[in-house]
């Protein structure tokens, strides 16, 4: 099953730039089958990694939470299970 891993975090306003980059830095132990970075307004960064991964076998790595001092709250991570492609 593929498992896809969404992580979000707000930056300090005017270091949007800076989070971009250290998200970008951030590497995994394993490699994901897919990764896209994106920006969107108030200087939010999104990563989503794509994941094979099978029932009872351990979770996927996690991106870390970045330096407090660039962002304004906890970053916000959800898991999503694919459900096929249309």
């Known amino acids: 099953m593929t498992v896809t891993l969404m992580w979000e975090a707000r930056a300090v306003p005017g270091r949007g730039a800076e989070l971009l980059e250290w998200a970008r830095a951030q590497r995994p132990a394993a490699r994901p089958l897919r990764r896209e970075t994106f920006t969107a307004p108030q200087d939010r960064v999104l ?27 906890p970053v916000h991570r959800w898991r999503f299970t694919s459900h096929g492609v249309d």
């Open 47 to 73: 990563v989503l990694t794509w994941w094979e991964t099978s029932p009872g076998l351990p979770g996927p790595p996690e991106l870390p939470e970045p330096p407090a001092e660039l962002v304004t709250r």
